[in-house]
């Protein structure tokens, strides 16, 4: 029997002292794979159609950017060393 891991996939970003799931602020990173090779995908709560980012906000998304790109590349190194992600 293989041994479990966990790992997270998603970061939530939004503004202080507003709801983090639902908030009128919350911006979702998230790692996504619909079999043609993982990406991230970024939804805003209100947001219908295109992404808006206030200026203070630039250095947090590059910040969570930089972050799921890092994981992107760990899960297709354990990938390429499984074979597949059980």
Do not use: H
């Not at 891991?5 to 794979?33: A, C, H, W, Y």
């Amino acid at each position: 029997m293989k041994k479990m891991q966990s790992i997270g996939t998603k970061i939530l970003m939004f503004r202080k002292g507003d709801n983090p799931v639902f908030g009128d602020s919350m911006t979702e990173f998230d790692i996504d794979d619909e079999g043609g090779g993982i990406f991230i995908t970024v939804d805003q709560v209100e947001a219908e159609s295109k992404l808006k980012f206030d200026i203070d906000e630039i250095d947090e998304v590059v910040s969570n950017l930089k972050r799921m790109k890092e994981l992107c590349k760990f899960l297709q190194d354990q990938e390429d060393d499984l074979g597949e992600l059980d």
